[in-house]
């Protein structure tokens, strides 16, 4: 898999432990899909996280999630 943006490109990863049952409706964290590979355009814009395309991580809690240090993700109060 070759990323297209090298600047935004990493080997490193990221662990993300839900604690609690993540859910769309308590504030998950919504992601861009394959963003580690290519950045969607105008991303650094959507401060509001709802960019086209963007979901919304779902869980159980105890759940681990090893992702892409390169990924474009927003937590959600």
Not at 14 to 39: A, W, Y
Not at 47 to 61: I, K, R, W
Request: proline share 5%.
């Amino acid at each position: 898999m070759s990323c297209q943006h090298a600047a935004w490109c990493q080997s490193n990863v990221q662990v993300l432990i839900c604690l609690d049952e993540f859910r769309q409706d308590n504030g998950g964290t919504m992601f861009m899909p394959n963003s580690h590979i290519q950045k969607p355009e105008g991303i650094e814009d959507d401060m509001e996280g709802t960019f086209p395309g963007s979901m919304t991580l779902t869980a159980p809690a105890g759940s681990v999630l090893v992702a892409h240090s390169a990924w474009w993700y927003v937590v959600r109060n």
